[in-house]
């Protein structure tokens, strides 16, 4: 009996060490880790290789076709270079772009390329191929700088930077030239809030007493009146909940109520900047994206053809300023867009490895035209010619001149914290009942 029970034993042994060695080799030989692939591994002109890439459906301005027929036009580029190559595209719905990454990367089977679209996050996991080790040295120098920090973690370059949208200010050029603020001055160097104090009090002496600067609403009126004063880490904005920020914005707007400065309604809940800017009750209105220019053109002409009202003022020239208040280290907020290269957990190899980075190389230097129709802005500098002639909006200098002092924008889910933190002693504050220590102080309280 203790005989038998040995012989069971001994080819347990075994089966369990047969099983474990079976299982490092499939480990070894199908997914091994990023860095054990060569980024210098040939592409086989012989072979047949089909690439995923997932993308995000966009609203596009031109029907024909949409948004797929002009990247798959964008793509023919790559598919003559490699011939031998197809491009699967999948076009995402925007909603679903987090749970759709995240299961596919959880089931080992995600896109050999994804551009992010909405999708925000710092931690792609062990299935992402950092792209630095494919990336010349020279070729660094090629995109901006604000769009190599996004495209980093670590000091490590994970991505193929495509495109950059970057915050600014629109104004109504119209009351801004009549009030004497020197809207081209700005433009090319900026603003302090000294000026845009004086700016402020020229505006409110034109009829109908508008005021110079407005919001979408209280929390995002702080995001933009705290800039100055704290100096944030180099390359990056100062935290939302800064105490330091905090309180400074909270003082700088009780300073502009004073001056009439910025609306005292923008406190209720109901307020609507966009229809102050629209009908002249401000002069500025902020932040934007580029698209915004687009929305007042298509708002204009729905205006001209009698299908909207304009309201109380008609329609006007928007010019895009940069943020008051930059200076030192803090710069435009700006998003991005990166591509990023994923292998499989049945690994295809190292060839297809490469060429799948050759697609995200393609597309994140192609990508002019494509941007210009998006209102973004290619982040690989020898697009932007380009793009300055694609962009039908105009204005782009302006743009290109800022995003040279951009930073990255905070990650979507720091500002929403942030937002559901100060909103309500925001309010609290606006109604009185606290001073701007106060608000600072409670905050930072967890």
Same mark, same amino acid.
């Given at each position: ?22 299982? *490092? ?25 089909? /690439?995923?890439?997932?993308? $995000? ?49 959880? %089931? ?67 009351? /801004? ?5 020197? *809207? ?11 000026? $845009? ?37 180099? @390359? ?19 300073? $502009? ?58 329609? $006007? ?7 008051? @208040? ?17 292998? %499989? ?102």
């Amino acid at each position: 009996m203790a005989g038998r029970r040995l012989v069971h034993s001994i080819l347990l042994f075994l089966a369990v060490g047969v099983a474990l060695a079976l299982g *490092v080799y499939l480990r070894l030989k199908v997914t091994p880790h990023y860095t054990g692939i060569d980024p210098r591994a040939e592409i086989d002109p012989g072979k047949r290789y089909t /690439l995923t890439l997932w993308d $995000f459906e966009r609203p596009w301005p031109d029907d024909a076709g949409g948004y797929r027929a002009a990247l798959e036009k964008a793509l023919a580029g790559f598919e003559r270079r490699f011939p031998n190559a197809a491009v699967k595209v999948e076009l995402l719905p925007w909603g679903e772009g987090d749970e759709r990454v995240a299961a596919a990367l959880k %089931q080992g089977t995600p896109p050999d390329v994804l551009s992010s679209g909405p999708v925000f996050r710092s931690d792609w996991g062990p299935l992402l191929i950092p792209c630095g080790p494919y990336l010349a040295p020279e070729e660094l120098e090629e995109y901006m700088e604000v769009a190599l920090r996004g495209a980093s973690k670590g000091g490590e370059f994970i991505a193929w930077p495509r495109w950059l949208e970057p915050a600014l200010w629109a104004g109504n050029g119209e009351l /801004l030239a009549a009030a004497g603020v020197p *809207v081209a001055e700005i433009q090319a160097e900026g603003w302090s809030w000294e000026t $845009f104090a004086r700016a402020a009090g020229e505006v409110h002496k034109l009829a109908g007493e508008p005021y110079l600067f407005t919001s979408f609403d209280l929390f995002t009126l702080w995001q933009e009146v705290g800039r100055g004063g704290v100096t944030p880490e180099l @390359g990056k904005t100062s935290p939302p909940l800064a105490p330091e920020r905090v309180r400074r914005a909270a003082e700088r707007t009780a300073a $502009f109520w004073e001056q009439a400065a910025v609306p005292r309604s923008l406190g209720k809940g109901d307020y609507a900047g966009l229809e102050d800017f629209f009908t002249g009750r401000a002069a500025v209105f902020g932040p934007v994206k580029p698209w915004f220019l687009r929305a007042t053109y298509e708002r204009t002409k729905r205006v001209e053809r009698g299908s909207l009202e304009a309201g109380a003022a008609p329609p $006007f020239a928007v010019v895009l300023l940069p943020p008051a @208040g930059l200076g030192g280290r803090e710069g435009v907020p700006v998003a991005w867009e990166n591509l990023y290269v994923f292998r %499989q957990r049945r690994y295809q190899g190292d060839d297809h490895t490469r060429l799948a980075m050759e697609l995200a190389r393609h597309l994140s230097r192609t990508s002019a035209e494509l941007a210009a129709e998006l209102d973004l802005v290619p982040a690989y500098r020898p697009a932007q010619l380009t793009w300055l002639s694609a962009w039908k909006m105009g204005q782009g200098e302006v743009v290109l001149r800022w995003l040279e002092r951009g930073v990255p924008a905070p990650f979507p889910a720091e500002v929403a914290e942030a937002r559901s933190r100060l909103e309500p002693l925001l309010k609290k504050f606006w109604a009185g009942e606290l001073s701007a220590a106060d608000l600072a102080d409670r905050a930072q309280a967890k």
